[in-house]
T-cell receptor, first 115, second 114 residues
Framework: EPEVTQTPSHQVTQMGQEVILRCVPI?????FYWYRQILGQKVEFLVS????????KSEIFDDQFSVERPDGSNFTLKIRSTKLEDSAMYFC?????????????FGPGTRLTVT | AQKITQTQPGMFVQEKEAVTLDCTYD???????LFWYKQPSSGEMIFLIY??????QNATEGRYSLNFQKARKSANLVISASQLGDSAMYFC???????????FGTGTSLTVIP
C-alpha cells in the first residue's frame, strides 16, 4: 500500500540553525501539507501546497518557514533559524484532491528537537 | 472560526467492551468532512474513519463506527470489542470543502485494561 515517508525520523539542532525536513508524498497525490504537534498538544496545520505554490497557511507559518517541491517526488519544509519553541513532531500529509471527501494520508513524522 | 472539541482527555475501557469517544464541532459551512485518527505511542497518525456532512448513514469501518448527529454537531467515535492494541491517542478532525486544512481536536487518550 502506498505511503507517505518522511526523513529524518529525528532531528536535533541548535537554536539559530536551519533545518530541512523532507517528505515523499504518495505518487499520484496533488495536495501536500505540513502539520506540527508540540509534545502533548494537538496537531496544528502549518501549510498546504498545490501546483507548486502555497494554497493556504496558518498564522504559525511565518517568514521563518518555507516549503518547496524541488523535484517530482520530494516536498520539503525549511525552518530558517530554529527557536526552542519549534521543537515538535512535524507531519507531512498528502491527498488526491482538496475536497473534504478524501482523507489526508500522514507520514510517520519527524521529531525536531531544538537545543 | 472552525473548532473541534474533545472533552475527554483520558478514557479507560475494559478489554472486549465498547467505548465512545466524544467529538463536537463548530462550523457555519454546510459541506465538510469529519475524520478520526489514531496516534499510538510511536507517534504516527493512522486514519480510522470518515463521515461526510451530507452522508445520511453513519460511517462504519470494522470495529469503528461514527455516531454522526448533525443537528447537535457531534461526531462521536464508537469502538466495539476493545483490544489492548487500541490504547492510543484519538483525534477528531474536520476539513471544510472550501479549504484544505484539517482542524484537529485536543485528543482523547484511551487506555484498554486487560
Amino acid at each position: 500500500e502506498p505511503e507517505v515517508t518522511q526523513t529524518p525520523s529525528h532531528q536535533v539542532t541548535q537554536m539559530g540553525q536551519e533545518v530541512i525536513l523532507r517528505c515523499v508524498p504518495i505518487s499520484n497525490h496533488l495536495y501536500f501539507y505540513w502539520y506540527r504537534q508540540i509534545l502533548g498538544q494537538k496537531v496544528e496545520f502549518l501549510v498546504s501546497f498545490y501546483n507548486n505554490e502555497i494554497s493556504e497557511k496558518s498564522e504559525i507559518f511565518d517568514d521563518q518557514f518555507s516549503v518547496e517541491r524541488p523535484d517530482g517526488s520530494n516536498f520539503t519544509l525549511k525552518i530558517r533559524s530554529t527557536k526552542l519553541e519549534d521543537s515538535a513532531m512535524y507531519f507531512c500529509a498528502s491527498s488526491e484532491t482538496r475536497t473534504g471527501t478524501y482523507e489526508q494520508y500522514f507520514g510517520p513524522g519527524t521529531r525536531l528537537t531544538v537545543t | 472560526a472552525q473548532k473541534i472539541t474533545q472533552t475527554q482527555p483520558g478514557m479507560f475501557v475494559q478489554e472486549k467492551e465498547a467505548v465512545t469517544l466524544d467529538c463536537t464541532y463548530d462550523t457555519s459551512d454546510q459541506s465538510y468532512g469529519l475524520f478520526w485518527y489514531k496516534q499510538p505511542s510511536s507517534g504516527e497518525m493512522i486514519f480510522l474513519i470518515y463521515q461526510g456532512s451530507y452522508d445520511e448513514q453513519n460511517a462504519t469501518e470494522g470495529r469503528y463506527s461514527l455516531n454522526f448527529q448533525k443537528a447537535r454537531k457531534s461526531a462521536n467515535l464508537v469502538i466495539s470489542a476493545s483490544q489492548l492494541g487500541d490504547s492510543a491517542m484519538y483525534f477528531c478532525a474536520m476539513i471544510l470543502n472550501t479549504g484544505n486544512q484539517f482542524y484537529f481536536g485536543t485528543g482523547t487518550s484511551l487506555t484498554v485494561i486487560p
